[in-house]
């Protein structure tokens, strides 16, 4: 005589179902990805900094081929550069995002140009010369060039006097730092002596957080950086 027949499939680890386990879950109900608006919001501008990130790193790419041009590259660039910087102005969104190589491992992004862009906080063509863009300014330049050659000097004055009257914070030196390495490049497309070094501390300023100020020592470092740069540039002037 056969036994009885069983009413699942047999384990072969003897597991017998449960009847008590059955689904609680309605499958025509909306799955909710959040429980508020603000977590919602959250999600969203986490979600539109991984697109960030995403996008600039086909960029750089895209603009190391040639594929784009140059104006359209520095365009974008800035404009995802500013949707990253006012995504992470949130100190909510600051804090769940927490940094971006901790980003990157959250969610396996290997990005490597992107880091690098967000690492310096400029594009590529405003700290990197441009070869036969236009020729050097003349120190006795008349003009739309005199003009350029004006600014690039009263930035540095600028940053100098800021150093010497200890306004050390982020949120004062990284501007004026951008636009001295923008204004020099309206002068001239040399990658004049000391530079690298001023691009450097734009770099150090970038992953600073914005209330944060220079040390005494980094102080005298900058200083010191920043008189071989506008030695250096001055010398593209002869």
Known sequence: MYAQQQAYAPSPYGYTPS???TATINLDEEVTLADSAAERDLHES????????????ALEKAYQRDAIPEAEYSDICARLL???????????????????DAFKREWQLEVPKA???????????????????????SAHATGPAATHLVAASENFITLFDA????????????????????????????????????VQWLITLNQMRAAE??????????????????????????
């Open 19 to 21: 009847s008590s386990l």
């Open 46 to 57: 986490l979600a539109e900094l991984y697109s960030i990130i995403l996008t600039l790193d």
């Open 82 to 100: 500013r949707q990253y910087k006012s995504n992470l102005a949130d100190a909510t969104v600051a804090h769940a995002f927490g940094d971006l």
């Open 115 to 137: 880091t690098e862009r967000l690492r310096i906080g400029l594009p590529s063509t405003t700290t990197t010369a441009t070869p036969s863009r236009h020729r050097p300014v």
């Open 163 to 198: 150093i010497r009257m200890h306004m050390l914070s982020k949120d004062t030196l990284h501007p004026i730092l951008v636009e001295i390495i923008q204004a020099v490049n309206k002068v001239t497309d040399r990658d004049f002596d000391n530079k690298g070094k001023i």
């Open 213 to 238: 100020d220079l040390s005494a020592e980094q102080a005298r470092e900058l200083q010191f950086d920043l008189n071989a740069a506008y030695d250096g540039f001055k010398g593209t002037l002869d």
